[in-house]
């Protein structure tokens, strides 16, 4: 997609923070504007000097240096002041330094986006670090009901969490579940009886366990991207003094969102997911990654010797490391084995960050070679048992044709990525 705003090629903008390896924020500023976007890894003692001196017009500010900043402004804006931080500083002409808070709006714009009721109702905040703040000044200005702010060690903490089961809202602004830790909960959501709706401010994976869990619960839930997107397009309007285009934070979100979701393959035995899947890859220049060959790599044996030596349980548990850490990645293609779909827990791993696609192939099509548990069963047998599996497992269920471009070329139509 090509950059939504010009005419601001000589703007000098970036991103300041102490780690920032996995930051989103210049892939989405890439597709915001034509400004440069620096990426600055600074050092705390070298922070002051930076927002003095740097070559940077403006920048954004990130962990854990949004307070840090705080003492080098000439000015900082009203919400900035009331959460204390800041994470978008702007130089003016002048030389006047500027502050303000961008995740305020963010999350602002994140709630609309819901479409999830807070006026009067009980909300449950997780955590009681930056973004914490932020959330809990959006709340407030939103007339929430009653709020609860939930911390290991605070007043109201996960030992008396019971006191407020009765919560309306629940909005986790912890990392935990956070990659790569993915699959832990920060709490168990079953108990909150109430909870018309979730939001989690992870955004990597795409569905936390929290949020698979509002999803299974029936709950409204949404996770953290629409708010960073929104943050940044505040940001954009702060560094170059102009309005956003209508509809800039939905298409951006849904770009990144596409971008980084994994398209995984399930199917049968010998149905093409292999063939097909490195045709997408290529197509969509992501890796590819063959769920058997991650688990020689992973465990020194091949599917069909790990079968036939330590029977299907043991090959399964084995299969599911290999799954549980082939689902933590971004903006791959992933062909799993034809049997992965018979454990219901390889779902989560694989739908956390994933579209699932089954690749549906008549049976008389099937390819034999190498496949140790079809030669031993048939495999109308074997679709009789699996064929419920699959279709539970399936976002999306694609043909198989003789043709694997053309396969491949339906699989993309069906996405929406061509
Ligand atoms: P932070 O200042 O470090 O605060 C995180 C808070 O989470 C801590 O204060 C802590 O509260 C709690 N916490 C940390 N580890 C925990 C654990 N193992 N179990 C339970 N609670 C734990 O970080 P932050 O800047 O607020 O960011 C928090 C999260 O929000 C991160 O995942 C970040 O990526 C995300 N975030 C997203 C956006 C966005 O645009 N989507 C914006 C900002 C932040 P207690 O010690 O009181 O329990």
């Given at each position: 997609m090509e950059t939504m705003q010009k005419g601001f090629s000589s703007?000098?903008?970036?991103?300041?923070?102490?780690?920032?390896?996995?930051?989103?924020?210049?892939?989405?500023?890439?597709?915001?504007?034509?400004?440069?976007?620096?990426?600055?890894?600074?050092?705390?003692?070298?922070?002051?000097?930076?927002?003095?001196?740097?070559?940077l017009d403006a920048f954004n500010v990130t962990i854990p240096y949004k307070e840090t900043v705080l003492p080098y402004l000439d000015t900082i804006s009203p919400e900035a002041k009331r959460i204390g931080s800041v994470n978008t500083v702007v130089r003016r002409a002048n030389g006047q330094i500027d502050g303000y808070n961008t995740d305020y709006f963010g999350f602002d714009a994140m709630l609309t986006a819901s479409g999830i009721p807070v006026q009067g109702k009980k909300t449950v905040v997780l955590?009681?670090?930056?973004?914490?703040?932020?959330?809990?000044t959006v709340l407030s200005d939103r007339g929430v009901g009653e709020l609860v702010v939930v911390g290991r060690t605070s007043e109201n903490n996960y030992e008396n969490l019971y006191l407020h089961y009765d919560a309306d809202l629940i909005v986790n602004t912890t990392p935990v579940g956070m990659y790569p830790k993915n699959g832990q909960t920060p709490i168990d959501l079953s108990h909150f009886r109430n909870c018309k709706g979730v939001l989690d401010l992870i955004y990597n994976?795409?569905?936390t366990a929290l949020l698979?869990?509002?999803?299974?619960?029936?709950?409204?839930?949404?996770?953290?991207?629409?708010?960073?997107?929104?943050?940044?397009v505040k940001a954009f309007e702060?560094?170059?003094?102009?309005?956003?285009?209508?509809?800039?934070?939905?298409?951006?979100?849904?770009?990144?969102?596409?971008?980084?979701?994994?398209?995984?393959?399930?199917?049968?035995?010998?149905?093409?997911?292999?063939?097909?899947?490195?045709?997408?890859?290529?197509q969509l220049d992501r890796s590819f990654l063959d769920?058997?060959?991650?688990?020689?790599?992973?465990?020194?044996?091949?599917?069909?010797?790990?079968?036939?030596?330590?029977?299907?349980?043991?090959?399964?548990?084995?299969?599911?490391?290999?799954?549980?850490?082939?689902?933590?990645?971004?903006?791959?293609?992933?062909?799993?084995?034809?049997?992965?779909?018979?454990?219901?827990?390889?779902?989560?791993?694989?739908?956390?960050?994933?579209?699932?696609?089954?690749?549906?192939?008549?049976?008389?099509?099937?390819?034999?070679?190498?496949?140790?548990?079809?030669?031993?069963?048939?495999?109308?047998?074997?679709?009789?048992?699996r064929k419920v599996f699959y279709e539970a497992f399936a976002d999306l269920t694609i043909d198989s044709t003789e043709i694997p471009e053309q396969t491949a070329a339906r699989m993309l139509a069906a996405l929406e990525m061509v």
């Amino acid at each position: 997609m090509e950059t939504m705003q010009k005419g601001f090629s000589s703007l000098r903008c970036g991103l300041i923070g102490e780690h920032l390896g996995h930051s989103f924020s210049a892939p989405i500023h890439a597709l915001l504007a034509d400004y440069s976007y620096e990426i600055c890894e600074l050092a705390p003692h070298e922070v002051g000097d930076f927002v003095k001196n740097s070559r940077l017009d403006a920048f954004n500010v990130t962990i854990p240096y949004k307070e840090t900043v705080l003492p080098y402004l000439d000015t900082i804006s009203p919400e900035a002041k009331r959460i204390g931080s800041v994470n978008t500083v702007v130089r003016r002409a002048n030389g006047q330094i500027d502050g303000y808070n961008t995740d305020y709006f963010g999350f602002d714009a994140m709630l609309t986006a819901s479409g999830i009721p807070v006026q009067g109702k009980k909300t449950v905040v997780l955590g009681t670090g930056g973004a914490s703040k932020t959330v809990q000044t959006v709340l407030s200005d939103r007339g929430v009901g009653e709020l609860v702010v939930v911390g290991r060690t605070s007043e109201n903490n996960y030992e008396n969490l019971y006191l407020h089961y009765d919560a309306d809202l629940i909005v986790n602004t912890t990392p935990v579940g956070m990659y790569p830790k993915n699959g832990q909960t920060p709490i168990d959501l079953s108990h909150f009886r109430n909870c018309k709706g979730v939001l989690d401010l992870i955004y990597n994976p795409a569905k936390t366990a929290l949020l698979l869990k509002a999803e299974e619960l029936g709950i409204s839930a949404m996770n953290g991207l629409y708010m960073l997107v929104a943050q940044a397009v505040k940001a954009f309007e702060f560094f170059t003094g102009e309005s956003a285009k209508a509809g800039v934070i939905e298409t951006i979100t849904k770009r990144i969102a596409s971008r980084t979701r994994n398209i995984i393959l399930i199917g049968m035995p010998g149905c093409g997911k292999s063939t097909v899947g490195k045709i997408l890859a290529e197509q969509l220049d992501r890796s590819f990654l063959d769920a058997d060959e991650e688990f020689f790599a992973m465990h020194g044996i091949t599917p069909a010797d790990a079968i036939k030596t330590l029977g299907e349980d043991c090959f399964r548990e084995m299969e599911h490391e290999v799954l549980y850490e082939l689902g933590k990645k971004s903006g791959t293609v992933i062909a799993t084995g034809g049997g992965a779909v018979t454990r219901s827990f390889n779902y989560e791993p694989l739908h956390q960050n994933g579209t699932i696609i089954y690749l549906r192939r008549d049976l008389s099509k099937l390819s034999k070679k190498d496949r140790p548990l079809s030669q031993s069963t048939s495999p109308e047998e074997l679709y009789n048992k699996r064929k419920v599996f699959y279709e539970a497992f399936a976002d999306l269920t694609i043909d198989s044709t003789e043709i694997p471009e053309q396969t491949a070329a339906r699989m993309l139509a069906a996405l929406e990525m061509v």
